[in-house]
């Protein structure tokens, strides 16, 4: 079973993250944000991020465009362009919410992911893992 990794930087370093991605063996930063280049995040603007991962190793890819939403029925090539990029090699979905509960990596992406028997790990902000666990079918 392939695994999936994901983070949010929230108000965390790169250095901090970079140090979680390589604890779990992390090539490739997918980036799922709509917008990567807020004023908010500098560190972490597209380019920026771009740069940073490139000295550290590591790859980066923007996919925000398909999977930077809530909602993506239409998205399902660029899901399954996630699952092939896992079987190559460990990738991370990268947000910007640390906490992954609300965010839609937990709400939307992981349960598509799932579905196609992935494993999905959320990295916390503390460094820690939470194996996404999606909920049972109701039964009644």
Known sequence: MNTIW????????????????????ISLI??????????????FSRRRLEERAAAAGIGYRW?????????????????DDLIALAAVSPIVILG??????PCHRSTTLAPALRARDVE?????????????????????
């Open 63 to 79: 996919m925000g465009a398909t999977l930077g939403r809530r909602s993506f029925s239409e998205a399902s090539g660029a899901i």
């Open 30 to 43: 997918i980036d799922v944000r709509r917008d990567p280049d807020t004023p908010k995040t500098p560190d």
């Open 120 to 140: 999905v790990v959320h990295i916390l902000g503390d460094g820690s893992t939470r194996r996404h666990e999606s909920p049972l079918p109701f039964d009644r």
């Open 96 to 101: 910007a919410e640390p906490d992954p509960t």
């Open 6 to 25: 994901t983070i949010g930087h929230g108000d965390r370093s790169f250095d901090d993250i970079e140090r979680d991605l390589a604890t779990h063996g």
